[in-house]
């Protein structure tokens, strides 16, 4: 499990995004490709204001423990996109948990337990788990599930909606 902080800045531009701190990795290249397509095809879902033409996208993603990359970062980074275009932070000590493909398709979390132990030592308070996942709570030590505020989504927006405290 990689712990990640993701930094979005929007700016006054043609459309275009950037993106850094992935390194050579491919599959987060990808995974975060496939977010900004995604936010570009769904972003009237979120908000009718978010333009995807005047503006630029910047992210940059640091690994917080230097563990390394992973291919599940489509779902936060499509929140982030979110999140700078509507100029709305992320609620704090919140943990995004899945990814989704091109079409919105949401995987479920793998060794979910073993992924909130690493939220907990991480000191996250809220979890954003897809609906998909629920199936694996009972891999779940009660003890560990209790410590957290966990919300589920079915779709991404649904998943940005809760990101950002709107619903």
């Not at 908000?47 to 291919?71: E, F, P, V």
């Not at 793998?110 to 690493?118: G, S, T």
């Given at each position: ?5 993701i ?16 390194g ?30 005047l ?27 979110c ?32 992924v ?17 996942s629920a ?11 209790a ?10 927006e ?10």
């Amino acid at each position: 499990m990689v712990l990640l902080k993701i930094e979005t800045e929007v700016v006054s531009g043609s459309g275009k995004f950037e993106r850094t701190g992935l390194g050579t990795d491919r599959e987060a290249k990808e995974s975060i490709d496939t977010a900004f397509r995604y936010f570009k095809a769904n972003s009237k879902n979120i908000s009718g204001s978010i333009s995807k033409t005047l503006k630029n996208y910047l992210m940059h993603i640091q690994d917080i423990h230097g563990i390394g990359l992973t291919s599940e970062l489509s779902l936060a980074a499509f929140i982030a996109l979110c999140s700078g275009a509507m100029q709305k932070p992320v609620q704090s000590q919140f943990a995004v948990l899945g990814a989704i493909s091109i079409s919105g398709t949401i995987n479920k979390v793998e060794e979910l337990a073993n992924v909130l132990q690493v939220c907990f030592d991480s000191g996250e308070k809220k979890v954003l788990l897809p609906m998909v996942s629920a199936v694996n709570i009972g891999t779940v030590p009660p003890e560990l599930f209790a410590k957290f505020q966990i919300s589920f989504y079915q779709s991404p927006e649904d998943a940005v909606f809760k990101a950002l405290g709107v619903v």
